[in-house]
T-cell receptor, first 115, second 114 residues
C-alpha cells in the first residue's frame, strides 16, 4: 500500500502563474518531508524540505506547506517558469530514534509550464 | 564537479543472464543507495550501504545483490533477470551528517530484459 501519494500525474500551468503540487501521506510516524525535481535523462535533485515541527518552509520561488492533521503537504512555485517543467517527487522519512530513516517516494507529478 | 556516475546508462540483457550495474561517486559520502523505478511508479529502495554495513529492504528479492568494494563504488548484481526486472535503476548517496533525507542521485541505468 502506498504510504506517499501524489494523485495528480500531471499539471499544466501558464508561465508566471502559481504551480501547486500536492502530496498526501498515510503514516503518521513520518516527520520529515522532501521534494525532488527530475528532468528527463537526469537523476532526481533535492529541491526543498520541511520538518514536522514546522508548517511552512520557503526558498526563493519555492514554498512547501505541511498540514499534519490532514497528512498533506504541497509545493508552491511562484512565479512558474518554463525551466520548472519537470517531474516532481514528494518523499517522506521517519525518525528512528535520531537516525535517518529511508525515504519513501510518491509516484511523481509531471509539471508543464507553458510560455 | 563532484557527482554520482552510473554506467552504463542503458543496459540490455537476456532473460536469466546475470547483469551488473555500477555506480561511482566523487562526493565521499558514507551512504550509498540503490533504487528501482518502474514506469510511472515511485522509486523503490532496494538496499543501502552505510560505509561497509549492508542494509537490505525486507521485500527486496534475493535475485538482487550488491557489493561496495570501497567508498567510491557500489554495484548492483541481478543474478537471473526476469522480464519484471526491466526498470530504471537509480543510485544515490548521502552524508550521514547532512540535512536529513537529502540524497544525491545519479542519472540512472535503464535496464531492458529481452
Amino acid at each position: 500500500d502506498q504510504q506517499v501519494k501524489q494523485n495528480s500525474p500531471s499539471l499544466s500551468v501558464q508561465e508566471g502563474r502559481i504551480s501547486i503540487l500536492n502530496c498526501d501521506y498515510t503514516n503518521s510516524m513520518f516527520d520529515y518531508f522532501l521534494w525532488y525535481k527530475k528532468y528527463p535523462a537526469e537523476g532526481p535533485t533535492f529541491l526543498i524540505s520541511i520538518s514536522s515541527i514546522k508548517d511552512k518552509n520557503e526558498d526563493g520561488r519555492f514554498t512547501v506547506f505541511l498540514n499534519k492533521s490532514a497528512k498533506h503537504l504541497s509545493l508552491h512555485i511562484v512565479p512558474s517558469q518554463p525551466g520548472d517543467s519537470a517531474v516532481y517527487f514528494c518523499a517522506a522519512a521517519r525518525n528512528y530514534g535520531g537516525s535517518q530513516g529511508n525515504l519513501i517516494f510518491g509516484k511523481g507529478t509531471k509539471l508543464s509550464v507553458k510560455p | 564537479d563532484a557527482m554520482v556516475i552510473q554506467n552504463p546508462r542503458y543496459q540490455v540483457t537476456q532473460f536469466g543472464k546475470p547483469v551488473t550495474l555500477s555506480c561511482s561517486q566523487t562526493l565521499n559520502h558514507n551512504v550509498m543507495y540503490w533504487y528501482q523505478q518502474k514506469s510511472s511508479q515511485a522509486p523503490k529502495l532496494l538496499f543501502h550501504y552505510y560505509d561497509k554495513d549492508f542494509n537490505n529492504e525486507a521485500d527486496t528479492p534475493d535475485n538482487f545483490q550488491s557489493r561496495r568494494p570501497n567508498t567510491s563504488f557500489c554495484f548492483l548484481d541481478i543474478r537471473s533477470p526476469g522480464l519484471g526486472d526491466a526498470a530504471m535503476y537509480l543510485c544515490a548517496t548521502s552524508r550521514v551528517q547532512a540535512l536529513r533525507g537529502e540524497q544525491y542521485f545519479g542519472p540512472g541505468t535503464r535496464l531492458t530484459v529481452t
